[in-house]
């Protein structure tokens, strides 16, 4: 009895292994979590809108990117706060479930948490901020089914000023494909030759035939076309491989550590480089496609495919006349296979547009219809959530002074402008940042989808309670000491 109390004495800890770490309390394990997702937001909400900025992100195998992508930049970035994660993955969901959004997602809910630092710091309790933001967030949609544009619902993918209208880019009609095959000699037909791939978005009459093989999966890397390309297949995957006995390696200093590493990447372009030598310009993985072997397939101008089907390999090798080789390593002529053509074509899509076409106006004058309406909503409520549903509705501000921050023109301005505007009813005022101005967007001809709309604010308000709900950070040490890609926050990681 005596030892049971002398451990329950030293807290968590002693229920913990060496080398745990436990955050708990107001300080610790919210503020602290909401300064970290504050810091993720930041990042991402200059890269809002037509007008956003670049950002330049070196990985760890110095690949250089530049864009303003939402969803690359975070996953390049690698993070490893538990709380920015949950940001992290709402804005992958959006961009899986959606396609686009994901920079609204992230700003958004990092604008929420940001505001709700305010009131916990005066005194209010998290669980009152989270009853507020849901209330809040549910209102929301409410208002937004009311902001749906009449006669949107209906829309002929076909037509491309209706398409434009809403995406500002082109999507093909084509979404049903149908790959045929036949032999010179009929009677060597297979009937496994007819493959029938369907995309979601269109109908019988959007159908076209392809001779060759459709794959419905994009190319991994940045290259998307080869032409006369020959073709390497190797089944067991593209990856280093683990030797079959175990060793130990003694290092004894940072200089035989560094040789060590560039040992490795040396093996690895070494392989690389044979396969780029035999001629092939496209690899075919069956399997995983290590970071590293990717990165010297970019350098050496090779496109990688994956296919994790051993039957739809198999098809691929028949059709292409390759053969499968077990490991990476150099082909010889005869493995190789060719074909005429190897490209990335998006033929149809499985994106919001076609699953439902509604559009709400853009150019921020829905987040202010609803910054409008929500604090209206606010001051009919009676208890201490009101303040938390007033913030979110001042979180909608951030839409408008970022696109006007980063079109170079005055936030204060411009949200005074919008405000005026919507309290005289103009529910379709929003800004104009070529001529710096608040308009009506049938003038601008600029619409958002609602579906794109409705799910960012819904991901990043159960972000934003996610973060508030947690009160504890419990963090393990892994095993064998901290690794390079260890993740704390457990089930969040990333890969």
Known sequence: MVGLGSMAGNGIQSMLKEGHRHLSGLEEAVLKSIDA??????????????????KMVINLLDKLFVTNDAATIVNELEVQHPAAKILVLAGRAQQEEIGDGASLTISFAGELLEKAEELIRMGLHPSEMIIGYTKAINKTIEILEDLVEKGSENMDVRNKEEVVLRMRSAVASSSLACIQVCPKNPANFNVDNVRVAKLLGGGLHNSSVVRGMVLKNDA??????VEKAKIAVFAGGVDTSATETKGTVLIHSAEQLENYAKTEEAKVEELIKAVADSG??????????GDMPLHFCERYKLMVLKISSKFELRRFCRTTGAIA????????????GYADSVSVEEIGGTRSMCRDSRIIPGAAATEMELAKRLKEFSLKETGLDQYAIAKFAESFEMVPRTLAENAGLSAMEIISSLYAEHASGNVKVGIDL????????????????YVTKFFALKYSADAACTVLRVDQIIMAKPAGGPRRDAQPGGGMDED
């Open 37 to 54: 997702c504050r810091e993720l937001s930041a990042i991402t909400r200059t890269s809002l809108g037509p007008n956003g900025m670049n």
């Open 220 to 225: 991994v890397g940045s290259i998307k076309r």
């Open 280 to 289: 092939a310009k496209v690899i075919v993985s069956g399997a995983a496609v």
């Open 325 to 336: 080789i077990l490991k990476l390593s150099q082909p010889n002529a005869d493995e190789l």
């Open 434 to 449: 070529e001529e710096g101005a608040c308009k009506d967007i049938w003038t601008l001809k600029i619409w958002d989808l």
